[in-house]
């Protein structure tokens, strides 16, 4: 019975939404795997794939950058200076989020492997470290969205912000791209 309730919690904390806001955009394909695959090798066993910026996200077309696309610029009224501030931003924030996603998909393959034999203590010490790297993530992300947002106009923001909103309607967080 315990057990049970052990797989239910670690499936729900696992479960397939519980990276989505860090995952949209900074999980990719790992190289490594990719290289694999095209050696005719297959991926190592428990791993996840993971996406890169602007690669497709289940099924969904990869989303462009709106600070860059000529047409999505003249919707919004992004000036090149903002073009060029906001994609520094992206640039700056972009190594540190990708690392610490592949850090997280380690941390999640370590508790998925504890909760087959782990004791109790060290699966609860591993939730414990997977959450607070999710949600440092989840601030890093956050605090990368707030600088791009201080770049923009009130205008601006809202068009973003509505330029999104019907893509994902379901999407907890009110915070654009």
Known sequence: MARNIAWVAVALLLGPGSSRAVGRDVA???????AAQQRGGQAPAGARPEKKPGEA?????????????????????????QSATVEQIWQKSLPSLHEGREKLTKLEDALSKLTDAGDEAAVVAQIDKVETLRAELNK???LMIYRM???LSADQRAKVKA??????????GSSPR
Do not use: F, S
């Not at 990719?28 to 990719?34: I, K, L, N, P, T």
């Not at 289940?58 to 950058?65: I, S």
């Not at 003249?74 to 200076?81: I, K, M, P, S, W």
């Open 149 to 151: 947002n201080k770049v």
């Open 57 to 81: 996200d289940q099924g969904h077309p990869p989303r462009p950058k709106w600070w860059i696309d000529p047409k999505l610029r003249a919707e919004l009224g992004v000036t090149d200076q």
């Open 140 to 142: 890093a992300r956050t």
């Open 28 to 34: 990719g394909v790992c190289e490594r795997d990719q």
């Open 163 to 172: 330029m999104y909103e019907p893509r994902d309607p379901n999407r907890r």
